[in-house]
């Protein structure tokens, strides 16, 4: 007796160890038509900011951008903000040493097939933080460009944060690419000359 009492203790112990899953189904019908007009209308912004980078059209640019524009560049700043005015100085100095530059849409992603533009989230560590907001764009991919003195070919992948106004200009900008590696590549290129 004592040993099927032990057999059963044990089966109840491995069984209520096992991890069980619960699956939830979470009820959400989807984005309005106004939030899927609202991120088109985004990407459409994202797409000028692009071709006036492509075009080294300061104005085109800087017209995608509110005047109270909050920046954080891709370099480590002391995490300080910087605006309109800073970014402006940032791509012309992009302008001046770089030409054809271009931005190839959700390249370098691990799934090729994957989009270069997000919004929304129903996943978040932070309490409350769930949305399907259009307003906040996650963009993906690699900027490429010419170095004017070398004529090296740099590229660079790039993910970008994205806040636009009620206006639809980008309010805030949060940046993360690997500047040095730009560097690296013209020096590399030059070396092998």
Same mark, same amino acid.
């Given at each position: ?30 984005p309005?038509d106004e939030d ?13 900011? @692009? =071709? ?7 104005e ?5 951008m509110a ?5 954080s ?7 300080k ?8 100085? =940032?791509? =012309?100095?992009y ?23 997000w ?18 764009? @996650?963009?993906?991919?690699?900027w490429?460009?010419?170095?004017s ?5 740099v590229?660079?992948?790039?993910y ?6 009620s ?15 730009? =560097? ?6 030059l070396?092998?000359?």
């Amino acid at each position: 007796m004592k040993k099927l009492i032990a057999i059963f203790a044990l089966a109840g112990l491995i069984f209520s160890s096992c991890d069980t899953k619960v699956e939830t189904k979470v009820e959400w019908g989807g984005p309005s038509d106004e939030d899927n007009a609202t991120f088109s209308k985004q990407i459409e912004t994202y797409g000028t900011f @692009r =071709q006036g980078f492509n075009e080294e059209n300061m104005e085109m640019l800087m017209g995608t951008m509110a005047d109270s524009l909050k920046w954080s560049p891709a370099w480590y700043n002391e995490n300080k903000i910087l605006g309109y005015d800073d970014l402006k100085s =940032q791509l =012309q100095e992009y302008f001046n040493q770089f030409d054809n530059i271009t931005f190839a849409e959700g390249e370098g992603l691990v799934n090729p097939n994957a989009p270069a533009f997000w919004a929304g989230s129903h996943y978040s560590s932070g309490e409350n933080m769930a949305s399907s907001s259009p307003s906040i764009m @996650r963009v993906y991919g690699t900027w490429s460009a010419t170095h004017s003195e070398s004529g090296a070919k740099v590229f660079n992948k790039y993910y970008g944060v994205l806040n636009f106004n009620s206006d639809g200009k980008i309010a805030e900008i949060s940046d993360w690419m690997d500047i040095s590696g730009m =560097q690296a590549q013209i020096e590399n290129h030059l070396a092998n000359k």
